[in-house]
């Protein structure tokens, strides 16, 4: 399981730890990540994702699963990702 958000992208980050001699050695930054099951109004249905708490806040700012999705690059979405948005516009061609 790599240590990247499905919805964003957001990955690990490398730096240095600055000690108070000011020596500096490697580190890593992991994301805030987290395993969440949002609720796909179009779908029916709970989806699990391992999304970043700032994805998180981010689908709520845009108003659920469904609208965070159709406004977001294909690039940045995981495989499973685009797999839920390309289902859930299926979905909604057929609502209309």
Do not use: Y
């Not at 109004?41 to 469904?66: F, P, Q």
Request: proline share 2%; charged share 30%; net charge positive.
């Amino acid at each position: 399981m790599s240590r990247r958000c499905e919805l964003t992208g957001k990955g690990p980050m490398t730096g240095n730890n600055v000690s108070h001699a000011n020596n500096k050695t490697k580190r890593r930054f992991l994301p805030n990540l987290n395993d969440v099951t949002l609720q796909s109004e179009t779908l029916g249905r709970g989806v699990k994702l391992r999304i970043s708490a700032a994805a998180l806040r981010s689908v709520d700012h845009r108003g659920g699963l469904d609208a965070f999705l159709a406004k977001a690059k294909d690039i940045e979405l995981s495989d499973n990702a685009l797999k839920i948005k390309k289902e859930i516009a299926k979905a909604q061609a057929a609502q209309a």
